[in-house]
């Protein structure tokens, strides 16, 4: 076998094996769970409450991205709720660490923004935060100013016994089998998700440019 070919059938193992691990972990998906979200989420729409977004990395990425998405149906919608995407505003993060340190970034902001309990945190995260593993401590002191002001909070995590997911209202895991393929696969799965949300009839009041 040439390097061309040893190289060429190792892509396609891979390949498939992501893809196999993918389509696993979607069809474990808890639908009702993702039903009772996309409730929530209109709920906090029609009540004109704030709906923030948290996530690290690439899923800090998503949540730029699904901030973006919904904080266009809120605007169609007519109603006054903020959808937000924590840590967006890039001086803010960096006056926050320097001045408290980087696992305040998201918390302070929550202050800064008067969260209350009407309101609703959503939390984008692989592992969902450890303390032991020094890991998402934004995330998890985000969830635990949440839960001490009794703001409902949801989490897409990829482990179940990530602090997130052990400290949220609602919790959707996913279900990725080759701990190889947890993070590709859990981030995909969360793009996955809210484009599926902007499609619910509850939660999309026009149809695409598209």
Same mark, same amino acid.
């Given at each position: 076998? &040439?390097?061309s070919?040893?190289?060429?059938?190792?892509?396609?193992?891979?390949? @498939?094996?992501?893809?196999? =691990?993918?389509?696993?972990?979607?069809?474990?998906?808890?639908?009702?769970?993702?039903?009772?979200?996309?409730?929530?989420?209109?709920?906090? *729409?029609?009540?004109?409450?704030?709906?923030?977004i948290?996530? @690290? $990395? $690439?899923s800090?990425?998503? #949540?730029?991205?699904?901030?973006?998405?919904?904080?266009?149906?809120?605007?169609?919608?007519?109603? #006054?709720? +903020?959808?937000? #995407?924590?840590?967006?505003?890039?001086?803010? *993060?960096?006056? &926050?660490?320097?001045?408290?340190?980087?696992?305040? %970034?998201?918390? =302070?902001?929550?202050?800064?923004?008067?969260?209350?309990?009407?309101?609703?945190?959503?939390?984008?995260?692989?592992?969902?935060?450890?303390?032991? +593993?020094?890991?998402?401590?934004?995330? *998890?002191?985000?969830?635990k100013?949440?839960?001490?002001? @009794?703001?409902? %909070?949801?989490?897409?995590?990829?482990?179940?016994?990530?602090?997130a997911?052990?400290?949220s209202?609602? #919790?959707? &895991?996913?279900?990725?089998?080759?701990?190889?393929?947890?993070?590709?696969?859990?981030?995909?799965?969360?793009?996955?998700?809210?484009?599926?949300?902007?499609?619910?009839? +509850?939660?999309?009041?026009?149809?695409?440019?598209?």
């Amino acid at each position: 076998m &040439t390097v061309s070919e040893k190289s060429n059938s190792l892509f396609i193992k891979n390949f @498939n094996d992501y893809i196999s =691990n993918l389509q696993e972990a979607l069809g474990l998906l808890p639908l009702k769970d993702v039903n009772n979200l996309a409730d929530l989420i209109y709920s906090s *729409i029609i009540s004109s409450n704030s709906i923030f977004i948290a996530g @690290n $990395g $690439g899923s800090f990425a998503n #949540s730029m991205h699904i901030a973006a998405d919904f904080s266009n149906t809120l605007h169609l919608l007519g109603q #006054s709720s +903020r959808f937000l #995407s924590l840590g967006s505003n890039p001086a803010q *993060i960096t006056a &926050t660490a320097n001045d408290h340190g980087l696992k305040k %970034i998201f918390v =302070n902001y929550l202050k800064v923004s008067k969260l209350n309990k009407k309101d609703l945190i959503l939390i984008f995260s692989v592992g969902g935060g450890n303390y032991k +593993r020094k890991s998402s401590l934004p995330i *998890i002191e985000a969830v635990k100013y949440a839960k001490k002001i @009794n703001c409902p %909070i949801v989490s897409l995590t990829g482990k179940k016994n990530g602090y997130a997911s052990k400290n949220s209202n609602l #919790s959707i &895991t996913f279900k990725v089998k080759d701990k190889f393929f947890l993070t590709p696969v859990s981030e995909t799965l969360q793009s996955f998700l809210w484009h599926y949300l902007v499609t619910d009839p +509850r939660l999309q009041v026009t149809k695409t440019f598209w």
